[in-house]
């Protein structure tokens, strides 16, 4: 369907709507660049333009078409909203913005711009081709389905997490100082990691929805693969939807291998409520709980119930570089299971902020921050004080694309977490490469 989407209309046959051909060398030499389906250099070729030529209904329509076929259907709406109130009984114009609403996501204001097309005067082929426009649109509404796949390279200059120091005072020995083990100081590498995904909506009634997802993520190490990692997760569950608000509730279930070996099971459930404010804006609350199991006997003493309760929002804003920024604050609790443990479980309180801008057609800026503090629940037996922990972490990258659903993903991470206990002190730097193809 994308590659179709990707080339509706242009040069179709609506003739009764054509604008007239104008000897100029920008829209000429735009024209045949679309021809040749170089849409992204159409695109660059055009858009500096815009602030001088915008109102020309030849222009903007051709501005609409490369920005559509680029990636930026937000831009061509811009364009093409222009070409209309020139001239609003040109379908052509009106076929390639209800395309650009369909690929925003906008499916009833494309569904309505698809019908005042198909209502006018057009040739068989234009009424086929958006008779399956309006059927994708009434299919989207009952199933939808993303999936993924991207393999990465990279450094980490920590695989363990662990400390930079290889020597700690413990001060249950009366302050004398411990040698650590190798394995528990910091440890860098390269690395290979493949992650992939899947998710859909699958529509009971006119309110009800069956969702699910599940995903998978393995890095293996170059030198230290006692240090290799897996996580796969999956959650199933229904969504309520009733006019601007929907409550979803799901089961979720992660597995997290180490060396290949499961080292931490996770079984429980996510209740959310998300109130969309406009098309652009959105709330929701949320409540997570899970049982956490650790199947080695040596770790089962770790076993405990994690409760999470939050708020988060998120906003889109138009513009050149469209941002979109999110934000959230949680809380919660870390309850071990055994008894006389209470070092072990601890309450984390945090909060996470996320946006991603426009550089330019096909390249995205995306970066994440988040901050999180766990009190734990009693004195270390060791080291004598009740644990403090306070983790930071950040990411900055690039969503460059480089065909269709294909993108690279350069991605620099950073993780400092601080603790009144010199062992769980560790700074944490990974650089990676991914290219990813999504479905």
């Not at 309006?134 to 299919?139: G, K």
């Not at 999180?372 to 004195?379: A, N, P, Q, S, T």
């Not at 990411?395 to 950073?414: H, K």
Request: hydrophobic fraction near 40%; charged fraction near 20%; glycine fraction near 8%.
């Amino acid at each position: 369907m994308q590659r179709f989407v990707g080339r509706l209309l242009l040069g179709s046959v609506l003739l009764c709507a054509s604008l007239p051909a104008l000897a100029d060398a920008v829209t000429d030499r735009a024209r045949t660049l679309l021809e040749r389906k170089d849409a992204m250099a159409a695109y660059a070729l055009l858009l500096p333009l815009e602030p001088q030529r915008a109102g020309d209904p030849e222009f903007d329509y051709l501005l609409g078409i490369a920005a559509l076929d680029a990636g930026q259907p937000e831009r061509a709406v811009f364009a093409l909203e222009r070409v209309l109130s020139a001239q609003p009984d040109n379908l052509q114009a009106r076929a390639e913005i209800a395309r650009a609403y369909f690929q925003m996501g906008e499916r009833d204001t494309a569904k309505r711009e698809f019908e005042t097309v198909r209502a006018g005067r057009v040739p068989a082929e234009v009424r086929d081709t958006v008779d399956r426009f309006l059927s994708a649109i009434e299919a989207s509404r009952t199933r939808r389905f993303n999936a993924y796949v991207e393999l990465a390279i990279g450094h980490d200059s920590n695989v363990n997490s662990a400390t930079a120091q290889s020597q700690v005072a413990v001060p249950f020995f009366g302050g004398a100082v411990v040698q650590l083990a190798p394995g528990s100081t910091r440890l860098k590498d390269d690395f290979g990691a493949l992650s992939a995904g899947l998710s859909f909506s699958n529509a009971l009634g006119d309110e009800w929805s069956l969702v699910g997802s599940a995903a998978y993520y393995g890095k293996s190490n170059s030198d230290h693969s006692q240090f290799d990692t897996g996580t796969l997760d999956g959650a199933l569950g229904l969504r309520w939807t009733r006019g601007a608000d929907a409550v979803t509730g799901a089961l979720q279930l992660q597995r997290y291998s180490v060396d290949g070996d499961s080292f931490r099971e996770s079984t429980g459930g996510v209740a959310q409520w998300q109130h969309n404010y406009s098309q652009t804006s959105q709330v929701s609350l949320f409540l997570q709980h899970a049982q956490l199991k650790y199947p080695d006997p040596s770790q089962s003493i770790r076993d405990a119930k994690r409760s999470i309760v939050g708020i988060a929002t998120a906003q889109a804003f138009s513009g050149d570089t469209a941002p979109v920024v999110f934000a959230a604050v949680y809380g919660g609790e870390e309850k071990e299971d055994a008894a006389n443990v209470p070092h072990l479980g601890h309450k984390p309180i945090g909060a996470r902020i996320g946006s991603q801008w426009r550089l330019s057609p096909g390249v995205h800026l995306f970066a994440n921050a988040s901050v999180e503090r766990r009190r734990y629940g009693g004195v270390d037996p060791l080291f004598l004080v009740e644990r403090e922990d306070t983790q930071i972490d950040a990411s900055v990258g690039l969503t460059y694309v480089i065909g269709a659903n294909w993108s690279l993903r350069p991605q620099l991470s950073f993780t400092d977490n601080d603790s009144n206990i010199d062992i769980y002190v560790f700074r944490r730097t990974v650089v990676q490469l991914g290219l990813r193809r999504d479905f």
